[in-house]
């Protein structure tokens, strides 16, 4: 687990600015939501703390520690995309295993993670299975499973469910939430959606045009919104 902190945070790309004096704090263990338009810069800002673009200015902690210059694979977070990513022509345990074979870590504690992370989603019965004999839903299964058996001390999920059918997508959200109590650690889970942001966070960070409008409750939020885009935004149907 690890609290993670923006502080003053900036990204530009050339003449674009894309995250404004980003200021944001998570708690240890928190399940925070990053929501907002289109563009406004969330995988933006997702992207900047997993270590895959680099910040114009500010600091991101992670714990205690200024991550700014650490490479990705040294930031103990693990990101789950919309797209799964899966490798084609590798079964789903050979999917999930991978990233621990890199890791040199022992058989044993690999089969013992895989099946674990098979169990807690409920595909113990497909880890022989190829990619493509899988449904959407199984898909994203096993790139959250990928994702878990490398135990990171930080979850980033960015739009995951945005390529499954509304029935499952209810179903996924309710199981990232019981995930989420299961492993307390840390989760940043980024949605365009209000209703999926107003029914899965413990907080919500409402962001607009690369700046954070309002970091609060759905209760609050909905309550005593900051400023008439994020009551705007918040009251809206999805
Ligand atoms: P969101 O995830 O909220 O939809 P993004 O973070 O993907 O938004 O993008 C925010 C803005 O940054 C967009 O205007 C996008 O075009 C721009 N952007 C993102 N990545 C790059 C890049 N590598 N180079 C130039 N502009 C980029
Ligand atoms: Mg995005």
Request: hydrophobic residues 40%; charged residues 25%.
């Amino acid at each position: 687990m690890a609290g993670i902190r923006f502080e003053h945070v900036w990204k530009r790309f050339g003449e674009v600015t894309v995250l404004k004096d980003l200021n944001i704090e998570i708690n240890d263990g928190e399940f925070l939501v990053l929501v907002g338009p289109s563009g406004c810069g969330k995988s933006t800002a997702l992207r900047c703390l997993a270590g895959l673009e680099e910040i114009t200015e500010g600091n991101i902690f992670i714990g205690d520690r200024v991550v700014n210059n650490v490479p990705p694979r040294d930031r103990d977070i693990a990101m789950v995309f919309q797209s799964y990513a899966l490798y084609p022509h590798m079964s789903v345990y050979e999917n999930m295993a991978f990233a621990l074979k890199l890791r040199k870590i022992a058989k044993t504690e690999i089969d013992q993670r895989v099946k674990e992370a098979a169990e807690m989603l409920g595909i113990s019965h497909l880890l022989d299975r190829k990619p493509k004999a899988l449904s959407g839903g199984q898909r994203q299964r096993v790139a959250l499973g990928r994702a878990i058996v490398r135990s990171p001390s930080v979850f980033l999920m960015d739009e995951p469910l945005s390529n499954l059918d509304a029935k499952l997508r209810v179903q996924t959200r309710a199981e990232i939430s019981k995930l989420h109590q299961r492993l307390e650690t840390t989760f940043i889970y980024v949605t365009h959606d209000q209703t999926e942001a107003m029914t899965m966070g413990s907080r919500i960070a409402v962001m607009r045009d690369g700046i954070l409008q309002q970091l609060d409750t759905p209760q609050n939020l909905y309550d005593t919104p900051a400023n008439m885009f994020v009551a705007g935004f918040i009251g809206s149907p999805s």
